[in-house]
């Protein structure tokens, strides 16, 4: 086996862990979808990280979607407070209990995303002026 053969499928394995990565899976579900060991799955995503953090290009794009994402998460939100007006219009208690608790899902996967992104920091979040 060549040596290019085998970076090719290196980056393969790194392409297929990060993709499920990113769709917000950790490494132990990772593991178990791709049959790779945990151990393996992390040292993937950390070398990922490194390669993708030393990219200029990369970042950049990171950048941009993070913005993406957290535009559309504060749509989200803003739709989920309109559910939750209606409901209180109409006093339908199941419809505001579920538009509260769908804020409090897409706002605990806003914060998530921007911690595994680095822009939180836990001590952050426990600060409250």
């Known amino acids: ?34 049959d790779i060991p945990r151990t393996r799955v992390v040292s993937l995503i950390n070398e990922w990280k490194v390669m993708a953090s030393a990219n200029d290009a990369i970042r950049a794009r990171a950048k941009e979607a993070l913005v993406g994402a957290d535009t559309h998460y504060t749509k989200l939100i803003t739709k989920a407070y309109e559910v939750i007006d209606e409901a209180s219009l109409s006093t339908n208690l199941t ?7 769908l804020v409090l899902d897409i706002e605990s996967r806003r914060i998530d995303m921007l911690q595994k992104a680095g822009l ?10």
């Open 1 to 34: 086996m060549s040596t290019e053969t085998e970076l090719i499928q290196h980056l393969d394995e790194v392409n297929q862990v990060v993709t499920e990565y990113l769709k917000g899976n950790d490494p132990t579900v990772i593991s178990k979808e791709l």
């Open 95 to 101: 419809a505001k209990t579920a538009g509260i608790k």
């Open 120 to 129: 939180l920091e836990n001590k952050e979040l426990a600060e409250d002026d």
